[in-house]
């Protein structure tokens, strides 16, 4: 079974409401989550890294006031697009890995996400 | 950023054919990854091959690593109807362990 859990696997809404998205690690410490952004027919494209207890890393690019990313919890990190846009429709993935070297890394299955 | 490029954008077989993609990158790696991505969908993990290995097998799937000319492929032998897909490889780089790059991706067609 699905060893991160991404929540919703799709929303619609409305242009200038915000939208918060949930990747749980189910039985492992994720102490490292990543969040990807991929737009139709594009590749995955990394947004931030994001570590428990600490602030997000942010790649170039990616307006960090825009997507706020919170990792509270070993198990928990979210996303949530503020004042979302239609130009912020895309898909958005999560990856997570444990603390340990050669730690394997799970994928969440995706959030797909509609802005009207 | 995106790692590196994969080469063909998009490939058409018949079953029964082979699918040979590649994928170079840039920088050093521990391991190099290949994903299937179904239309929509999320991602399934192939394989990974580390940077100290040359070849791997699973299945009717055959990947190959170059560190030297940094590049990787993915043969799928024997395609069918249900491998039709896009094939992305991701690096996973020594100095970041698990910070996947992405490349641009083969769109993989398998007509029966």
């Known amino acids: 079974g699905a060893v991160v859990s991404q929540h919703p696997s799709w929303v619609i809404c409305k242009s200038g409401t915000s939208v918060k998205i949930e990747c749980r690690s189910l039985?492992?410490?994720?102490?490292?989550m990543f969040w990807y952004r991929q737009f139709p027919k594009q590749s995955l494209m990394l947004m931030a890294t994001?570590?428990?207890?600490?602030?997000?890393?942010?790649e170039q690019g990616v307006e960090k006031d825009k997507f706020l990313i919170n990792h509270a919890s070993l198990t928990l990190s979210t996303l949530t697009v503020t004042s979302a846009h239609p130009e912020d429709s895309s898909f958005y993935i999560c990856?997570?890995?444990?603390?340990?070297?050669?730690?394997?890394?799970?994928f969440g299955n995706g959030t797909r996400l509609t802005v009207t | 950023s995106q790692q590196g490029e994969e080469d063909p954008q998009a490939l058409s077989i018949q079953e029964g054919e082979n699918a040979t993609m590649n994928c170079s990158y840039k920088?050093?790696?521990?391991?190099l990854q290949w994903y299937r991505q179904n239309s929509g969908r999320g991602l399934v993990h192939l394989i990974l091959?580390?940077?100290?290995?040359r070849e791997k097998h699973s299945g009717r799937l055959r990947v190959t690593l170059d560190t030297s000319k940094k590049s990787s492929s993915l043969l799928i032998t024997a395609s069918r109807a249900a491998d039709t897909a896009s094939y992305f490889c991701?690096?996973?780089?020594?100095?970041?362990?698990?910070?996947?790059?992405f490349g641009a991706g083969t769109q993989v067609v398998v007509t029966p």
């Open positions: 920088t050093s790696i521990n391991n």
């Open positions: 091959i580390r940077s100290n290995e």
């Open positions: 990856s997570a890995i444990g603390p340990l070297p050669n730690s394997p890394l799970h």
């Open positions: 994001s570590n428990e207890g600490s602030k997000a890393t942010y």
């Open positions: 039985d492992f410490q994720a102490t490292t």
């Open positions: 991701a690096t996973d780089p020594t100095d970041s362990w698990g910070k996947l790059q």
